[in-house]
């Protein structure tokens, strides 16, 4: 049964797609005669006649459903899938679905005349949802179709706006209102708020428009603060004094350690090893070789080793830069263009339309000028990507990195966590010191009373 079903709609299907087909054998299959199947494909393009209101015996509960509109039941299978001649029993159906009515009282002498409430259209949960955003407002429907065609970010600021762009009627909606011929007075909350928003030429694009309008300096701003902190890493790696002492003391241990190995007599190294010295425990097993090397440094006072104190400093950019993603940046760029994009092409078409009151809708003039701004910052930003693009490949190259394989955030992170373990054991040092002077004295103490005995 169920594949005889399936093949029945796909006959359906091909013979709504196809038009209708010859004459007499499509005509003849869906009962209407030769005439039937050669006038169906021009009948498809057309709105479909009113329906016949059926009226049930008593009052029943509704079944909440998204009706096809009218224009659109000539392209689908309901076309053919009518529930003409289709019987029920009614009288099994009422006493299932009827909607329960309390009994009048006994002693009534006069029948109340039933109030009928507002028209609601849309899904009920769709009415909630809508309607509890709605309320949060306090701007009555005509105030807010206003302010958006005025273009007022300061009656519909970011919340508002974004609020918006959730609520406003999907196409289904506005073919649903569309196509409601009843007293529009007579209509819900919701269903009234929308029909408001349908006035407001482009609202869609619009929305998306003033959103990006007032999210654009703030993203701007990140997006620069960010590249400028890639930026800054490059410079530090390749410029500070620290940086390049740490480097070249490592390569020195690291070569006496692998002397007569294969390993040794090394020219340079991978960078990963830098998290790897304080893997690598001493004879006592409690210290390691980054304890070794931030002993050096330490005692080497005003010496060539001491500029390796300043690496916790001289590092501290590449704490932020090791958290951002390159991908993540360069993606928000590259979004901002796509959204300015966006803005030109509502601006060349609600200039371009007859829709639109140039009177009264302000959308091209206020988002003329901040287009041509925006253009300007989008730009500098796409400059700066790419200048701090080619630094970072210069500097990764330069430590024979692979920078499509090792982005920014990889190579700043491995730094990062080196400074940490080189601070972690400058202060154990100092504490194991310490506590030895301390052991030192102590025992000093105790000598020189056994002494004195």
């Not at 299959?29 to 199947?37: C, L, Q, T, V």
């Not at 002492?245 to 006496?256: D, E, I, S």
Request: one cysteine or more; a positive charge; charged letters at 25%.
């Amino acid at each position: 049964p169920h594949a005889a079903v399936a093949t029945a709609l796909a006959d359906l299907n091909a013979a709504v797609a196809a038009g209708g087909g010859d004459g007499g054998g499509a005509g003849a299959g869906a009962g209407g005669g030769a005439a039937g199947g050669a006038g169906r494909g021009a009948a498809a393009k057309k709105k479909m006649p009113k329906k016949a209101a059926v009226t049930p015996r008593v009052k029943m509960k509704n079944l909440f459903w998204q009706k096809i509109p009218d224009a659109k039941v000539g392209r689908t299978v309901w076309k053919e899938l009518t529930d003409d001649g289709i019987e029920l029993p009614i009288d099994a159906l009422e006493d299932a679905f009827g909607a329960k009515v309390s009994a009048a009282p006994a002693a009534a002498e006069k029948v109340k005349v039933e109030r009928k409430g507002p028209v609601m259209l849309c899904d009920p949960k769709r009415q909630q949802n809508v309607g509890i955003a709605l309320a949060r407002f306090r701007m009555p429907n005509d105030a807010i179709v206003a302010a958006l065609l005025a273009v007022d970010t300061k009656l519909l600021p970011g919340e508002k706006v974004a609020s918006l762009i959730n609520m406003q009627p999907t196409k289904e909606e506005e073919a649903m209102l569309g196509d409601y011929e009843g007293d529009k007075a007579q209509l819900g909350k919701v269903e009234k708020f929308f029909l408001a928003l349908m006035r407001v030429p482009r609202l869609g694009g619009r929305l998306t428009a003033m959103q990006f309008k007032l999210r654009f300096s703030d993203q701007v701003e990140v997006a620069h603060t960010n590249l400028t902190a890639i930026a800054k890493c490059c410079e530090v790696m390749g410029t500070a004094e620290s940086v390049k002492t740490a480097l070249q003391y490592v390569l020195a241990v690291g070569n006496y350690l692998n002397g007569g190995t294969a390993r040794g007599g090394a020219y340079g190294y991978k960078l990963d090893v830098l998290t790897k010295l304080a893997n690598l425990k001493a004879a006592d097993n409690k210290t390691s070789l980054l304890h070794f090397l931030a002993r050096v440094a330490k005692d080497a006072k005003a010496g060539p080793a001491s500029k390796m104190l300043r690496l916790i400093d001289d590092l501290a950019p590449m704490e932020v830069a090791k958290n951002l993603s390159w991908g993540d940046v360069t993606s928000g760029v590259g979004a901002l263009r796509a959204q300015l994009g966006a803005l030109n092409h509502e601006i060349e078409m609600l200039a371009a339309s007859e829709e639109a009151d140039q009177d009264v809708d302000q959308f091209c003039p206020k988002m003329g000028p901040f287009a041509a701004s925006a253009e300007s910052k989008i730009s500098e930003l796409e400059a700066l990507v790419a200048s701090t693009s080619d630094e970072y490949a210069a500097l990764a190259k330069g430590f024979s990195e692979d920078p499509k394989s090792t982005p920014p955030e990889g190579f700043f992170g491995v730094i990062s966590e080196f400074a940490s373990q080189f601070k972690t054991c400058l202060a154990e040092n100092e504490a194991l010191r310490i506590k030895e002077a301390k052991a030192a004295k102590k025992a000093a103490a105790a000598g020189g009373k056994h002494a004195a005995q």
